[in-house]
């Protein structure tokens, strides 16, 4: 294997272990490795993919600062995820003191929304909003298990909390995006 | 609020197939698929400047001591010596020693290695471990990404070359595989303008500096 070879199967804890080491640039490979695979969660947690842009950037600066002390630096990915899923609830809780009493975000117009919107299915865009009004447990397990695909195994691993705690959240939302889609069809 | 029958709830989870549910619960197992139906599956793009800026400012955090030690002597620097035929032994034993052991620094600023009356030969070094190519581009040869490329020196993933430049202030980028352009992180640097950042190089008849 050549050496452009190697560098590129190099595993997390190499990377990291380097970075540390001091050499900063090597911590563009995590962020290239990354910066998309959690793009979609961190888009439909906020509600936009220029919101998500904006808290994968600052997830990854911050988990650059705080590299020292990433304990399993093989499991960078998930130490990342939880850096990430932080900014995600701490925007969100945010953007819900900031948001216009009785007015959602997600119905007023921003910019590109309109073509993001036509992109997407009446139900789509119907569902997108239902999720945006659950609460955020409830919206990440149904990101999580509905959009990533994962398992309430791999979600409870990935977050900490128990399958029983998630199936709960989950079986709310189920209702609850029940009641707002029968409300608005 | 009309809640799910709990067998539907076990189907919307994928531990049920639509055959365990029943004829009577034909009517809800619809909307359960309708609400399924309505999720968006599209892929997420992100713009390709986050990593650009992910490592500006990875780039802009303080280095470590040791890191600014490290840095210092990749540097130019003016030194003064009273040589000593004992001394210059052991300076070339020293030397040895050095070029075995160093590891691959990050990146240098550029380094004068000799001098002449109105021109000096500057070293610009990058690492850069995933490049096919590098080249620098800057005032001294008409931002040409194609004139002055940079060659692998031993150390893994380093680049450099070497130039002789008039005395003065310079402007450089390095362009990584003919389209990515690449500030020196060790090197201030100045607004092009455009949304990028150039390196700055002043030139004297008695060497190089990046400050």
């Known amino acids: 294997m050549d050496r452009l070879g190697a560098r590129a199967a190099a595993s997390d804890g190499d990377v990291v272990r380097a970075v540390l080491a001091g050499d900063a640039e090597r911590y563009a490979e995590l962020v290239q490795r990354y910066r998309d695979r959690y793009a979609r969660y961190a888009a439909r947690m906020l509600g936009s993919p220029d919101a998500a842009e904006d808290a994968v950037q600052d997830a990854f600066i911050r988990a650059y600062d705080q590299l020292a002390q990433c304990r399993d630096p093989d499991n960078f990915a998930g130490w990342f995820f939880l850096i990430l899923r932080n900014r995600c609830f701490a925007e969100r809780r945010r953007t819900k003191r900031e948001a216009v009493a009785d007015v959602s975000q997600d119905e007023l117009p921003g910019p590109g929304r309109a073509d993001r919107d036509a992109e997407r299915s009446e139900t789509q865009q119907l569902l997108a909003r239902g999720v945006s009004e659950l609460t955020a447990e409830q919206r990440e397990v149904f990101v999580l298990k509905h959009v990533e695909g994962k398992s309430y195994d791999e979600i409870a691993a990935a977050t900490g909390a128990t399958v029983a705690s998630l199936k709960m959240r989950m079986h709310r939302a189920y209702d609850r995006l029940r009641a707002y889609l029968k409300e608005r069809t | ?211």
């Open chain 2, 1 to 211: 609020m009309r809640e799910f029958h709990p067998l539907v709830k076990r189907w919307l989870d994928g531990e049920l197939t639509a055959d365990q549910l029943g004829a009577e619960l034909a009517a809800e197992l619809a909307e359960a698929r309708a609400l399924l139906s309505g999720v968006d599956h599209s892929p997420v793009t992100l713009g390709h400047e986050l990593d650009q800026r992910v490592m500006a400012a990875v780039r802009s955090r303080p280095a470590r001591r040791w890191q600014r030690a490290w840095r210092w002597i990749g540097e130019a620097h003016e030194l003064r010596l009273r040589v000593r035929p004992w001394a210059v032994v052991a300076l070339a034993a020293a030397a040895t020693l050095v070029l075995m052991f160093a590891p691959a620094r990050q990146s240098r600023a550029p380094a004068a290695v000799a001098q002449a009356p109105e021109s000096v030969y500057v070293k610009f070094v990058l690492y850069a471990p995933g490049a096919h190519e590098v080249s620098v581009a800057g005032t001294f040869n008409g931002w040409d990404t194609h004139a002055t490329p940079l060659a692998r020196a031993d150390a893994p993933g380093v680049w450099a070359a070497t130039l002789s430049l008039p005395a003065g202030q310079h402007l450089y980028a390095f362009v990584v595989d003919g389209r990515r352009w690449v500030a020196d992180p060790t090197a201030p640097g100045v607004d092009d303008g455009f949304g990028r950042r150039n390196s700055v190089l002043a030139v004297t008849p008695r060497g190089a500096r990046v400050s």
